[in-house]
């Protein structure tokens, strides 16, 4: 690689590590020409392409850039900005195309931003799919809101009562090994009767 100093058109590498979890490589190289050291960094190539049909590299900063400003006033953090945008670089680049259409990345921000906050994603999404009514947002609520209740088990409900049917019985909750399918059911104690005093003892 030419020397960005003295235009040497030979450099060789002295060091060499990945860096991003393997996504990019670093190297560090030095001219024999002039002795200087300077780094390179080696990446694979991922396009987005416009509807515009302009293609352009993929910039992380960008993805940060929208999303941040879906997330204004919210208790999101550039830390979490800097982790989504990682996860939707990772999705995308997981698809294995050297080029993606810009509304591919789009989807793969709508996940990751659900998950981080649900009223940046509203705003999100409301904009990435030209919502044009109340309606709109009051459907993509009303899924939000069945989402939870569809993945999340019912939990705490009352065991199912039995009514014996001898009168005086009173009700009790229902037991029993949900492997074998059986149930028992405890009685409640039976109340003494009160003395017979109608007949009287003697001739």
Do not use: N
């Given at each position: 690689m030419r020397c960005p100093f003295c235009h040497n058109p030979d450099s060789r590498v002295i060091d060499s590590r990945e860096t991003d979890e393997g996504a990019t490589t670093r190297r560090r190289?030095?001219?024999?020409?002039c002795g200087r050291r300077f780094t390179?960094?080696?990446?694979?190539?991922?396009?987005?392409?416009?509807?515009?049909g302009v293609s352009e590299p993929f910039a992380r900063g960008k993805v940060v850039a929208g999303v941040r400003r879906a997330c204004q006033g919210r208790p999101v953090d550039e830390h979490q900005l800097a982790l989504l945008a990682q996860q939707v670089e990772d999705a995308v680049r997981a698809t294995g195309c050297a080029e993606i259409p810009s509304h591919e990345v789009g989807l793969a921000i709508l996940g990751p931003l659900r998950d981080l906050d649900e009223v940046a994603y509203l705003r999100f999404a409301s904009v990435y799919r030209s919502f044009s009514s109340v309606a709109?947002?009051?459907?993509?609520?009303?899924?939000?809101?069945a989402a939870p209740a569809r993945s999340t088990?019912?939990?705490?409900?009352?065991?199912?009562?039995?009514?014996?049917?001898v009168d005086g019985d009173q009700?009790?909750?229902?037991?029993?090994?949900?492997?074998t399918g059986t149930t028992t059911r405890r009685r409640a104690p039976e109340?003494?009767?009160?003395?017979d005093t109608g007949s009287a003892a003697g001739p």
């Open positions: 190289r030095s001219c024999p020409g390179t960094v080696e990446e694979a190539v991922l396009a987005v392409v416009k509807r515009s709109d947002f009051e459907k993509e609520i009303a899924e939000l809101r088990a019912r939990a705490g409900d009352a065991p199912p009562v039995e009514r014996d049917a009700e009790t909750p229902a037991t029993g090994s949900p492997a109340r003494p009767r009160p003395a």
